[in-house]
């Protein structure tokens, strides 16, 4: 079902006497979710074609669709962010954290390299009007799952080598922009190597 703003909107559906009912409690099982997905300039620009990205990437139960839509949905001016990176910086992919995951709100890689191995990564966690920090500016509990979500990236197989280490970037999202928009050098190394055996901490 789809609501009146665009955005996927789905009920736990029971029957009492054959009439179907709206539950006031809460689906019991949550489903497991990727912890990153690709954006498109398209899906980020209209919502109904985001909707359409996140349901095609998770796949969801019509029970379950409302959960997922939500776990990535934009908050805020998010959207504006993701917009303004990828059209400055055409050669980035830009991945939507999974917002329950603790893995930051954005995953960044540099495609210039036809080679996965020589690609470089970002974690970025937006703080509106903070200065950007590199490195040590965003960790905690908002980044505990970042170097597994990396990690996916690279068990793709063609977008990370699977060594590869990631730079955490903190700050304003405006900010964050024009700092990749001037092609500022990030220095590799400054945010963590890959774990060899992940382990995620869910909520």
């Not at 009492?16 to 620009?45: G, Q």
């Not at 993701?82 to 995953?107: I, P």
């Not at 080598?161 to 955490?168: F, K, L, N, R």
Request: with cysteine.
């Amino acid at each position: 079902m789809r609501s009146r703003s665009g955005v996927c909107s789905t009920f736990c559906i029971g029957r009492r006497s054959d009439h179907p009912r709206v539950a006031p409690e809460p689906c019991l099982m949550a489903p497991r979710l990727p912890l990153a997905i690709k954006l498109t300039r398209r899906a980020v620009a209209r919502r109904d074609l985001f909707c359409e990205l996140v349901h095609k990437a998770v796949r969801p139960s019509q029970a379950d669709a409302d959960f997922a839509f939500h776990a990535f949905a934009f908050k805020a001016d998010e959207d504006r962010f993701a917009r303004g990176l990828m059209d400055r910086r055409t050669e980035l992919w830009l991945f939507r954290s999974n917002q329950r995951a603790y893995c930051g709100d954005f995953l960044a890689v540099d495609m210039s390299s036809p080679w996965p191995a020589r690609r470089r990564s970002y974690v970025i966690e937006l703080k509106r009007g903070m200065p950007v920090r590199v490195g040590g500016g965003a960790v905690g509990l908002q980044l505990r799952n970042a170097a597994s979500a990396v990690q996916g990236l690279a068990q793709q197989g063609d977008v990370l080598g699977a060594e590869a280490a990631y730079v955490t970037v903190s700050g304003d999202g405006a900010a964050i922009v024009e700092m990749f928009a001037r092609g500022t050098r990030l220095s590799e190394g400054r945010g963590g190597a890959l774990p060899r055996a992940p382990h995620l901490s869910w909520p």
